[in-house]
């Protein structure tokens, strides 16, 4: 795709075309935005992170609450005006008029809009829905071919999820979908209308992309679905893969006896001879109900499985749990986190809470407060709840004051930054192999007359470690070794420990670690 651009002489240019891609929301976001980059990529497009630059804009919207569809939404607003602006300068400076920028609206936010939002953003060329991403060149090209205001939302009815995974440029990490959709419906949530029913893909087809992936430069890998505790439901396994069957105390909804489950994946990526240089391994997101004891066992013997578990619990109140939908205890969900941090003492637990669900008490919310005693988790993501359209738990009366929501909110956070930071400081002193993610976005680590770069790197735990290089070297995507020197609530700060192999190693080829379009959470 070129874009022809008329000079102030009248002379033409022809420049490929380029595309920016806007991302809100959760990892299945920041997966789907990359892989609209590499259809766009495929098509001769080239990313650019200037909006204003921009033949053609993508935004990839997140609903799940009303603060993240009000982003999405003005940061639409504030594209019109470059529907009108028809000049702008070429690469080599001269000014050139050019035509207006295709603009459209995807993600979870084009799914429930529909195209309603056409009423109120005229300049918007066209809405579709996270199951039409491998139509959008056909979409873009539909609208560079005059149509205007059309929605490409319907989901996907078959039963099977077969895909392959697509990343743009040189990455060190990749989101590898193995499931889409979501069948909890939880009360408050508003995922299953945007993504539609729970589907799994096979362990063979997720296999063979993951080969395909590290014979590309990729080394660590994040397994991605809303519950992929629940992977493999309704997929026969005619492998033979081992476990045959999940057991959990807190309930179990997902994969029976005979079908393909997670443990079997993970067991076959740690033995899988053509998966040798993969690195590390994660998996988000999970649901208590099947984070069976044998997932448990895979953080004992899977040495590529990072020691990391992120298990939304949202509440530590059974009333509200009940309210919620979630279908678990919290008796249960302690204790299958106890037993965890029994067998792996160096595992970084994380966890979602919601405050101020309808009817959510004082003492319930004190019941939360505990729980982060109990459990004590690295970090946690908290939320105000946020009433969705369409939901069960959007019928309800919304009765926790906005007030009382914020001061809940605060007070969670407080409390878990007390805890972070012990969690944090009981790090100090270990020795620890991470994975380079970027240049440190605060470089004050570095005094001054000192020279060198401040780098932020992922231990296994999931931890943030920034350490300062005094070479020139290019760290991107290099699993190094630090050792941890110091802590704040949000961050451990280390040494670099030289690394022979590193040194040996010529070119970096690396440009980043995982999404090239830029993110907003
Ligand atoms: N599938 C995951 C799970 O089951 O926990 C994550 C789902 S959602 C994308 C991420 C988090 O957003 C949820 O865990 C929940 O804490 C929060 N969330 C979802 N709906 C919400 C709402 N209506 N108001 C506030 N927070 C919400
Ligand atoms: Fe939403 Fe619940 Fe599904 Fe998670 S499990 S995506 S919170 S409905
Ligand atoms: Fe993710 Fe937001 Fe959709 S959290 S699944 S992008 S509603």
Not at 178 to 202: A, Q
């Amino acid at each position: 795709m070129n874009s022809d651009l008329k000079t102030e002489s009248e002379s033409v240019v022809t420049t490929p075309k380029k595309v920016h891609v806007k991302t809100f929301g959760c990892q299945m976001n920041v997966a789907d935005s990359e892989r609209m980059l590499a259809l766009m990529v495929e098509k001769g497009m080239v990313p650019t992170s200037e909006v204003k630059e921009a033949d053609l804009i993508i935004i990839n919207g997140c609903s799940v609450r009303d603060k993240a569809v009000h982003k999405a939404v003005s940061f639409l607003g504030e594209q019109q005006v470059l529907k009108n602006k028809h000049h702008g300068k070429n690469n080599r400076g001269v000014v050139v008029t050019r035509k207006p920028p295709i603009i459209a609206l995807g993600g979870c936010v084009g799914q429930l809009d529909k195209g309603e939002i056409f009423a109120r953003a005229p300049y918007l060329d066209f809405v579709f829905g996270p199951d039409a991403i491998d139509h959008l060149p056909e979409l873009v090209h539909k609208a560079e071919m005059g149509e205007k205001h059309f929605v490409q939302t319907v989901f996907d009815k078959t039963l099977a999820y077969s895909t392959s995974t697509k990343v743009h440029g040189a990455k060190a990490a990749a989101f590898v979908n193995i499931m889409k959709g979501c069948d909890k419906y939880c009360t408050y949530c508003i995922v299953p209308f945007t993504r539609g029913r729970e589907k799994s893909r096979t362990i063979n087809e997720v296999m063979e992309d993951l080969v395909d992936l590290v014979s590309k430069g990729v080394r660590e890998v994040t397994l991605l679905g809303q519950n992929v505790n629940s992977f493999g439901k309704g997929n026969e396994n005619v492998n033979g893969y081992e476990p045959k069957e999940l057991h959990n105390v807190i309930g179990k909804v997902g994969p029976r006896a005979g079908e393909e489950n997670l443990p079997q994946l993970i067991y076959a990526i740690e033995r899988e001879p053509r998966l040798a240089k993969l690195k590390r391994l994660r998996f988000t997101s999970s649901h208590p109900l099947d984070f069976s004891d044998e997932l448990i066992e895979c953080f004992v013997k899977c040495t590529k499985l990072a020691k990391h578990l992120h298990l939304p619990v949202q509440s530590g109140s059974n009333r509200v749990l009940t309210k919620m939908g979630r279908h678990h205890q919290i008796e249960h969900y302690i204790s299958q986190m106890k037993r965890l941090k029994q067998l792996v003492p160096e595992v970084g637990l994380s966890t979602d809470l919601i405050v101020g669900f309808p009817t959510e008490t004082e003492e319930e919310f004190q019941e939360t407060i505990k729980l982060l005693d109990a459990v004590q988790y690295d970090n946690i993501f908290a939320f105000a709840y946020s009433p969705r359209p369409g939901t069960r738990a959007a019928k309800m009366d919304d009765d926790v004051p906005a007030s009382v929501k914020n001061r809940r909110l605060n007070e969670l956070l407080q409390h878990q930054l007390v805890i972070s930071k012990k969690m944090y400081s009981d790090r100090i002193g270990q020795v620890m192999e991470v994975m380079v993610e970027q240049i440190a976005k605060t470089q004050n680590m570095i005094h001054e007359g000192e020279t060198g770069r401040v780098w932020t790197a992922r231990t296994t735990c999931n931890r943030p470690v920034n350490f300062i290089d005094h070479t020139n070297r290019n760290y991107l995507g290099q699993f190094l070794t630090v050792k941890i020197t110091g802590a704040t609530s949000l961050s451990l700060s280390g040494e670099l420990i030289h690394d022979p192999s590193f040194a040996e190693s010529s070119e970096n080829k690396y440009t980043s670690t995982y999404s090239t379009s830029e993110i907003v959470q």
